[in-house]
Structure formats: C-alpha cells, structure tokens
C-alpha cells in the first residue's frame, strides 16, 4: 500500500494479497500479549511482522485463520497537517451523509412535497425490511407515486443503489420524470425506440435512472437488452397490467419475471392487485418473493381448493394497502348538475337527430352492419356535446355520401379493436368512414335527405343554450373568487368550439394530439397564467391537477370510471380547497338519463363498499354501457333495465371487493405525523439548516476552485452564480421550495450539494491531521467504520487517547471544545510517540467494534431467522411435491415399461437435484449476510496544542 493510502482494517488475507500491505498493521488474534503488530514484509507465502509493544518478530503464514489487516496510518497525515476549516467541513460532509443515509427517513427534510402519514409508514416498513421488495397497493389518489420515490431516495441514500429502472404506461412518462426532478432532485432519462439504439455518450446504458413504458419494454428486441443491466432498483406503476394466470402469460410478465431475479429492490404498485382470482394475486406475489406463497400447486391446494386461513398473514409481509376511508384527508367535493332548457329550434333539432340516429342505428344492427352503428353512437353523443360539434360532422358525413354511392368495403378489421371512450379525434375518423356508407342508393338517397334537413336545422342555432350557461356560470365564479377552471369534453371539435367561445379569457388547451412537451407546457401554461383549460379525455389520465378546485364536465362520457377519472384530477392529496364540479346536460335528453343512472349508481356504488375508481372499471370491463345506452336511445330497452344490469353488476364488484378486503385490509394508522417529525427532528443530529450552513461555507472555502458563487438574498434563499447557474434563485427551506417550482431546492440529491460532499469522501480534502488548542494531553482519532452484511451501514467513532497516562476511550462523536478550539500547527510533527498512540486506539476501537456488531446481529437476528424459515418451508413444499411425482412416474414405468416413462424420471430427478442446489446457495446467502465484517480506515487525527506542543521558536 503506497503513503497516499487510508486504513483498510479487517480484510482478509484470503481476499487480499499481503504484500501489498507492507508497512500496515495487522492484529493476530492467538498471540495474547502481542495484539497490534506492523507488518514489515511479505513473501514466498510468509509474512514477516513486527510487535512494538513487545519489541518482538515473528513469521507468520499469509493463511493464518487468525492474522487480519488492522491497516496503516498514511505519512501525510504527520507531514503536512489540514487547514482547520477543510478539516471541520470534511468531518461535517461525512456526518450529514450518515445522518441522512441512516436516521430515521432522510428524505422527509430532501423531498419538496407535503408527506402524509401512510406514506412515511410505508416507506419506514420497505425501507428497514431485509429485503426492499414490496406491494404498494393503495387506493387510487393516495400517492403511491410519492411511496415509491421516497423508497428509491432512502435506498440509494442507506445502501448506496445507482441503477434505477422505472416501466410505466406510455402517457405518464413524462410526469413521473418531473415529479422525481421536481420533488426528489433526481434526473431519470426517458427511454424509447428513437433514443435506446442511439451510441456515443447518450447510449441509454450510460443512463444511470432510466424510465420507459411498459409497452416498450415487451417487444423481447429491447428487454432482452434491458436485461443485460444489473438494476438495483426496479419500480412498476399499474402493475395490474403484468398479471397473468396459470394458462395465459403476458409478455409483460416475462419481462418482470426475468428482472425480478436479478434486482435487489422491486416495487410493483397497484391499486387493484387482484379482481378476485387468487391465482392472479399468487403469481404477482410470486415476482416480490417467490419463496412466500410456496410453488404453485401447493398454493392452490392450500388456499383455492383447501380451507388454510393464514393467506392474508402472508402478504401482508409484502403487500402494503391504505384505503381513503382510513387514511381521510380529502376535501369535500361537491357536484351540481346543470340542466338547461333547449331553444324551440335547438329541441326540434335534437329530436330530429335523434330519430335519425335511432332509425340509422336498428337499420345497422338489423344488416349487421358494424361501422355505421360505431358512426351512429358517435353522433348521437355528438349531440349531447355541442350542436356545432355535431353539425361539422354530419356536414362531412354528407360530403362523403355524396361522393361514394358504392365500392363498400369490410370495416371489421378497423373496429374489432376501437374503444368506444377513445374519442379523441372520432370525428374525422367517423366522418371518412366510406364504408359506413348505406349499400343501395334508395338508403343512400334516403339519408342525404335527412342530413340535409338536419344541417339546415343545426344552421338556424347562431348560439347554444348550453354554452350560453357555461359563460354565465363561469362569470359568476369568477366573481366570488376563483380563479382557475376546467372544463371536459370528449371532442376536439367541441373544445375548439368552446376555445372561441371562452376568447375572454386566457384558454390553454390539452388533448391527445399534443406532444409530450407541448402537454407539459400546457399544463405549466396554465398553473401559471391561464384561467381556463379544456382538456379532452386525455387530461383525465394520471394528470395532477389540484391547484384548481373548480370542473366542468361539459359533455358526458358513457363511463362511471370515466367521470372518476375527470374529478381525480383535481379531488386528490394536495388540494387544499373543496372541490366543485358541474355536470351538464340538457332536459329531456338522453345525457340527462345517462347522468341520472351514472349518478345514482356512483353514489350506491360509494355508499356500499367505499368510493373506489379501480372497481368502477372492474364493472365497466363487464358492462357495455355504450350498447346498453343505445338500445334506450333506439327504444329496444327501457331504462330500469339498464338500471338492473348494473346494480348486477355493482353486487358482483362488491364480491371481488370484500374478497380484496378480506385478504390486504390495511392495518388502522397508528401514526402520528406532527410526533413522527418532533421525534426524528430530535434524533437527528443534523438537519437541512446544518446542510445550508456546510454548503455556504463550503462555497466561500472551494467557490473559486469549483466556479460557483452564492450570495445570500433573505433568509434561507439564495442567488447562484456559476457556468450552470447564472443568477438561478435556491433555498434550503422544503416549505418554500415546495410554494415555489422556479427554485433550486438545495437538499441531498441535487448535485451542488452532492458534488460538495462527494468532494471530501471521494477527493480526500481534509484527511489530515488538525490541532486544537488545550491544556491536556489527550490526542482524538477519527475513524470512519463500515459495517459490511446484507443491511450495510457506515457510523463514525472517535478514539481518545491520553499521551501521558495511556488511558484510552470510544465515543462516536468528537467533543465539541475541540472543533470549536481549531487552529492552525507546527508544519513539522511535533511528537515522536504517535505510532504507540496509533497501536492504543486501533486495538480500542476493535474491541469497542465488537460489542457493536453484537448489538447489530441483536437487532437483525429476526429478520435472518424469518428468512432461512421462508427459504426452508418453501423448498421442503418443492421438493415434496416433486418426490411425490417421481413415486408416481417409476410406478407407472414398473407397470408399462415404457422407455418415454424413464425419461421422464429422469427429468425429475434432474429437476430434484436442481432444487436442492439452489436451496443451498439461497441459504447461504442469508448465512453469510446476516455474519457481519467491519472494516474502518483513519482519516483525522487531531492532537493538542499547548506551549509545551511547539518547537522551539514557534509559538
């Protein structure tokens, strides 16, 4: 080892080569008397060391069980002794790294955004378990976003994971990259097919945080590649989409099967783990830890055919559910329904549309014709949007009529896949519809004729009654103070419409035709300066909207779900006001009977089992609300019997829900925020004003070397100026960063102030010797200790020594006297017995790092002992099921005789065997986990200074 190098203290000499220890020390554990000892060479399997208590040497086998490497003190240390404020900010980068790696949840002072009770729970379970590997099951609003980054923050902080991996629907992309730069300081990389072919210093396998979609990632072109990364981290959101059952396997599933193995941390977030199928729930589980639930057969003889009852114990290990009922929190949200009485003109045209699409629509189902019903349930919630919405489209319908008489085509191709509440851009698409065009020309003559008069209706209305009560309410809102609005359609043409109508006010518009930036950068254009934002169904998908409490849902989709979604946006965590909103539809129309059923059965359906949007959907994938409507618009149902289908359907989800219950109820919060903050902050040693203050005085030490400047505008905010920050406005204050998005949030995770620390650890400043003025003799060694099993961790220890008496002493903190007593010493070492002094505090602080490591084993020993029990129980199921259908096959080949029966004893015998190997390695990973190795190097050593400490002249 050369002089430049630190201590490296109890490594083994099978693991590392003695000879490159020449000049360290080393401890021989059999040679009572001796104990420290200085290794003075080392070759030919020998090695030679030196005793300086005992003036002995002895020549030792490199393979001795009993020698280990103590380490050495490096020269600089005694040759050119530290500034003594470099010397302070490295001990404080190294003690606001541990603190933060180690106390109590870290990120609460390092995330800008407001914390909730459930999701500190749940972050403290995940992050203190043996194994970060866990279900985030709450309900749909209750941040499991925010869980999931707060995991990823606390491991990267604690056991120092790099590799991060984040697969999420295609849409919500974009906002999770911003709510994790945004809120968590962290740069994650989006992943498509445009950039991950891509070479150079872009290469997506440089990506150190990556996030792509789920979609991708199941062409096996690309997971394949993404599976040659080692991830420490992988995180799914809607991991619902990953299910599979014993006959069908997605090719999301195979992905996240092959990526569970080889990645330490797995998340898999979901509000809807299972709909009722157990063996859904087993095999999500199963990605988690597929020793917890057993193989499968055991499983479903135990739990879907047998009667055990401890299933619910089970996940719970690994599964973590918060409903909103518990959890509370929510403002009150308060819905209106607008009705509004059509013109004279308006009511004939409606009526007169309707029979068109009432006679046009049975005429379809009777020739079985599919593309004019989907054309014909398109115009009739057309109507119900806006008249001018409606009016383009039965004027494009005309125009293409008029040029298509025949050459009809199959459209079953096109349709087999269309979802019916995909209505972005319908109206185009419906309108060139050639093949929706009646086949004989008596039809084709006969509907030319009705949109002819339709148009010449829709012509008439110069202004809607309905858009005329928009402006009316808005207006009045307006006065009493709101200031930011929504409004949904499911049309383009019906917010272009209503974007012209709006021209008073400032109107930004969101739909699916937008790009991912042009939609962020309508959604920051309106959080800042817009009044109003009409969104088309796109904007009810994964969107946060709560800095508006005030919607409109302009036109109705056929979708409880779809309604849910809308409101979500804005009646989420994080709305401080309550929530209006306004549904409209006019009298006497089939919007009115769609809103009276969708809102009597929301509202049975909350007053049942709870207001859940995940169960909503559960009965719209078993109900055709679109072809239940129409069959009431065309009078071939009557609408009690579309109320009876789904009060069916709402007691069949009410099943699968107390089925849902009854396995993952989520423990009662015992957990107080205001207590939980109180405590830690207590605990604590350092907080983010400990962070400002080492990174203010850092800048002023090192600004000019790293090109930074920070000048300091009003308490806890900054201005930065530097290459990368010219006058960018910071602040250490969670509070106000989270008030303001324009402001650097200065916390751990952002590279200022990961760079300044990182200067210390990796860079070595101020590992050096200081002094401190004092009237005693005692000389303090700073050693960084790191405890190395399956939960690592760093802590800091202080030796004491007193050069007079020999009396040595542990602590982990160095005394403050001495810190604030820093100065300035001699160039040249003043003392000649620093080697002893060295030996004394070694040999103390391995004694001393024995006792802890007995507290850590103490402290973990459970968590090892539960999981050699899971391993042990798993294999012992797998292995028995195996024996049994190996008795089973050499039966069968005593009996027939058959060569194929052989080999398939074979097989199993192999697959045996296979099981045995791997329930020894798994095993052994847990044993040599839980056995805990500390090594700890030397970094600073502050001696005293009195006259007495100088050489002569000095002073």
């Avoid at 103590?70 to 980068?93: H, K, V």
């Avoid at 000019?704 to 406005?729: F, Q, V």
Wanted: charged share 30%; net charge neutral; with cysteine.
């Amino acid at each position: 080892m050369n002089l430049e190098s630190t201590l490296q203290l109890s490594l083994d000499f099978d693991s590392e080569s003695p000879s490159a220890y020449r000049g360290d020390f080393c401890y021989l554990r059999n040679e009572p008397g001796f104990g420290i000892a200085k290794i003075e060479g080392a070759e030919g399997g020998k090695v030679q060391i030196f005793f300086p208590k005992a003036n002995v040497r002895k020549t030792v086998s490199e393979n001795s069980p009993h020698l280990k490497i103590i380490g050495s003190y490096p020269t600089p240390f005694l040759q050119s002794p530290g500034n003594p404020e470099t010397l302070d900010l490295c001990r404080t980068a190294f003690e606001l790294k541990l603190t933060h790696a180690y106390d109590k949840l870290s990120a609460l002072s390092n995330s800008r955004t407001r914390l909730l009770p459930h999701q500190i729970e749940s972050t403290y379970v995940v992050v203190n378990s043996l194994k970060p590997r866990f279900i985030l099951a709450d309900e749909v609003g209750l941040g499991k976003t925010i869980e999931a980054a707060l995991v990823m923050k606390e491991l990267i902080f604690r056991r120092g994971y790099k590799k991060v991996l984040i697969v999420a629907p295609s849409p919500l992309l974009v906002q999770w990259q911003q709510e994790l730069k945004n809120k968590f300081n962290e740069d994650f990389e989006i992943v498509k097919r445009r950039n991950f072919l891509a070479s150079g210093e872009k290469n997506w396998k440089n990506f150190k945080h990556v996030i792509t979609s789920v979609d991708f990632i199941k062409n096996p072109k690309y997971a394949e590649e993404i599976l040659k990364t080692k991830w420490d981290i992988v995180i799914f959101d809607e991991a619902h989409r990953l299910r599979r059952d014993y006959h069908k396997v997605t090719r999301a599933y195979l992905f996240a099967e092959k990526i569970a193995k080889k990645c330490e941390c797995l998340l898999l977030l979901t509000a809807t783990p299972f709909r009722g199928k157990l063996e859904e729930l087993f095999y999500l589980v199963h990605l988690i830890d597929s020793n917890l639930l057993g193989p499968y057969n055991t499983f479903v003889n135990d739990y879907v055919i047998g009667g055990k009852t401890d299933l619910k114990e089970k996940i719970s290990k690994v599964l973590l559910r918060r409903r909103k009922v518990e959890v509370g929190g929510f403002t009150k949200r308060f819905a209106k329904t607008v009705k509004i009485e059509l013109s004279p003109t308006e009511r004939q045209f409606y009526d007169e549309t309707t029979e068109y699409v009432r006679r046009e629509y049975n005429l379809a189902m009777r020739t079985q014709n599919r593309a004019v019903g989907f054309v014909m349930i398109v115009f009739q919630k057309l109507l119900d949007s806006s008249v001018f919405a409606l009016l383009s489209a039965l004027s494009k319908r005309k125009f293409m009529l008029e040029n298509r008489l025949h050459h009809l085509k199959s459209i079953e191709k096109r349709l087999e896949d269309w979802d019916f509440d995909e209505t972005e851009g319908v109206e185009d698409f419906v309108s060139d519809l050639e093949e929706s065009a009646p086949t004989d020309l008596a039809n084709l003559r006969r509907e030319l004729l009705s949109l002819n008069r339709l148009i010449l209706l829709g012509k008439k209305i110069k202004e809607d009654r309905k858009s005329q009560k928009l402006k009316e309410t808005i207006a009045k809102l307006k006065k009493e103070g709101h200031p930011k609005f929504i409004i949904f359609t499911q049309f383009r043409s019906t917010q272009d419409f209503l974007a012209a109508s709006l021209s008073d006010y400032k109107v930004t518009l969101f739909h699916g035709s937008l790009s991912a930036d042009a939609k962020e950068d309508a959604i920051t254009e309106f959080r800042k300066s817009s009044e109003i934002l009409i969104c088309t169904e796109a904007g009810g998908e994964g969107r946060n909207l709560q800095f508006a409490n005030v919607l409109f849902n302009y036109d109705l989709p056929w979708s409880p779900l779809k309604i849910e979604q809308r409101i979500g946006r804005i009646h989420r965590f994080g709305q401080k006001d309550n929530v209006f909103i306004f549904n409209f539809a006019s009298k006497e129309t089939v919007a009115e009977r769609v809103l009276e059923v969708l809102s009597n059965k929301i509202r049975l359906f909350e007053e049942s089992i709870g207001n859940s949007d995940e169960l909503l959907g559960a009965i719209e994938d078993e109900l055709d609300f679109h072809s239940s409507f129409m069959k009431f618009v065309t009078g071939n149902k009557k609408l009690g019997e579309i109320e009876e289908e789904i009060d069916q359907r709402i007691r069949i989800a009410k099943k699968g829900f107390e089925k849902l219950g009854s396995l993952v109820t989520p423990k009662l919060i015992d957990f107080n925020l205001e207590d939980y903050y109180k405590t830690t902050l207590q605990e604590r040693a350092y907080t983010n004003s400990h962070l400002e203050d080492f990174f203010v005085r850092y800048t002023e030490s090192f600004g000019k070397e790293i090109g930074l400047a920070i000048r300091n505008d009003a308490p806890h905010l900054y201005t930065l100026e530097g290459p990368k920050y010219k006058g960018k406005k910071a602040t250490f204050d969670s509070e106000r960063a989270l008030s303001d998005d324009s402001l650097e949030f200065l916390a751990f995770g952002h590279p200022l102030i990961d760079e300044a620390v990182l200067c210390f650890l990796k860079d070595k400043k101020g590992w050096r010797s200081g002094f401190y003025r004092s009237g005693g003799d005692l000389v303090y060694f700073v050693f960084m200790v790191e405890f190395r099993f399956s939960l690592d961790r760093k802590e800091i220890f202080t030796v004491a020594v007193d050069r007079k008496t020999g009396k040595v002493s542990v602590s982990e903190d160095l005394p403050d006297s001495v810190r604030q007593s820093l100065v300035s010493g001699p160039e040249d070492f003043p003392f000649s017995d620093f080697e002893v002094q060295f030996v004394a505090a070694c040999e103390a602080l391995d004694g001393a790092l024995q006792d802890r490591k007995r507290e850590l084993h103490e402290q973990t020993k459970d968590l090892f002992l539960k999981e050699e029990y899971k391993i042990r129980t798993s294999n012992q199921n797998t292995l028995r099921q195996l024996e049994e259908k190996l008795m089973r096959q050499e039966a069968a080949f005593k009996w027939e005789g058959k060569p194929e029966k052989k080999s398939a004893m074979n097989r199993t015998k192999n697959e045996i065997q296979k099981v045995k190997e791997d329930f020894e390695i798994e095993l052994r990973k847990v044993k040599v986990g839980k056995e805990i190795q500390h090594r700890f190097e030397l970094f600073q050593v502050y001696f005293p200074l009195s006259k007495s400490s100088f050489p002569a002249g000095h002073s």
